[in-house]
């Protein structure tokens, strides 16, 4: 039996995931914020090492390299790569470089360029393996990665973090960390339009709440104002986004406002799934594929376009019981399948 754990180190998470014999039986993730260090990391390594098991290799892609912790882009490949290698030691360790293959841990700086935010190739890779026309859409607590597959083959116009955003197939939008400000400027209270103030009062982890779509587990993350995660919590963190308290209005007025904001955040995410098919124009046949945590709001992104729906999981093989998780950790899974 092989037994391969495949994994992804964000910026603010680190999510693994266990194939044994080409099916995840097992997918984690673990908060492990990198702005204030790289300790927290090292801590996710070793929770997450210790619920997975032995293996007999690990495959590594990385998005926390763009983490203000480090001066460079380059340098944070190579110290996160380092630092995978030295929590996974006794056992080889290989880092996803993209269209490059795979490269060893010492020579992942040499191929900074391929090695850094790769796991969305990692992700779309595997989709074109099983799917040869697709639309991969995975939203995740900070981003949502919008990602052709065309013929086999993943088909983006950018590779580098800079060129997916010119080119729209990278978003700012997650379902947890995304500011309030980053989906709308002004928005509908009582009757008139009112402008947000530009502050940190609030994230999407508050409106979703509120909305009571939340997943289970998804916000590991501590609230705006280090207070309590429940919807009174949540919907007094929204009322200053708009300079007012809870109790100046009612449920259903901080009801109605969450749905404005996720409205919005939706708008944000349709807009660039119709820049990326207006240059491939995408069969009318070929499915969008949903990942991450925000699976749900790209099934309903999937309907408002008039195409089918593909859950990640539904492509995978993979236990019952890691199907969710598996999905919400979709480019870790994704390499260790493509490696098993």
């Known amino acids: 039996m092989s037994i391969v754990i495949g994994w992804d180190i964000g910026g603010v998470h680190l999510k693994a995931a266990r194939a044994e014999s080409g099916r995840i039986v097992k997918a984690v993730q673990v908060a ?13 390594f070793n929770r997450a090492r210790a619920d997975l098991g032995a293996a007999e290799r690990h495959v590594v892609t990385m998005t926390g390299e763009l983490a203000d912790t480090f001066p460079s882009r380059p340098e944070g490949v190579e ?6 290698a030295h929590k996974l030691n006794g056992t080889p360790v290989s880092i996803y470089a993209g269209p490059a293959g795979y490269v060893r841990p010492e020579e992942a700086r040499e191929h900074a360029g391929l090695v850094a935010s790769a796991n969305w190739h990692a992700c779309a890779s595997f989709i074109a393996s099983r799917c040869p ?3 991969l859409i995975d939203m995740g607590s900070t ?21 997916r955003l010119g080119t729209g197939e990278l978003v700012y939008a997650g379902l947890v960390r995304s500011f309030i400000m980053a989906c709308a400027d002004r928005a509908p209270f009582k009757g008139a339009w009112t402008p947000l103030i530009n502050e940190n009062f609030a994230n999407m982890a508050d409106v979703y709440r509120i909305l009571g779509t939340l997943p ?11 207070r309590e995660k429940t919807r009174e919590g949540s919907q007094a963190r929204l009322a200053r986004m708009v300079g007012a308290d809870d109790a100046d209005a009612d449920d259903r007025a ?75 950790c979709a480019p870790a899974a994704a390499l260790a399948l493509l490696n098993s």
């Open 216 to 226: 289970a587990e998804a916000d590991l993350m501590a609230t705006a104002d280090g």
């Open 254 to 328: 901080w009801m109605a406002l969450a749905q404005w904001f996720a409205e919005m955040q939706m708008r944000r995410v349709i807009d660039a799934v119709m820049l990326a098919d207006s240059e491939h124009l995408l069969p009318a046949n070929a499915p969008v594929v949903g990942a991450g945590i925000g699976a749900h709001v790209v099934s309903e992104i999937t309907r408002r376009l008039g195409r089918s729906y593909v859950g990640f999981d539904a492509l995978l093989d993979a236990m019952p019981q890691a199907r969710a998780a598996a999905s919400q």
């Open 143 to 163: 981003t949502t990665d919008i990602v052709p597959v065309i013929d086999g083959k993943v088909a983006a116009r950018g590779y580098t973090d800079a060129q």
């Open 32 to 44: 492990s914020p990198l702005r204030g260090g790289v300790e927290r990391l090292a801590e996710a």
């Open 79 to 84: 110290h996160l790569a380092m630092l995978a």
């Open 133 to 135: 026309n697709a639309l």
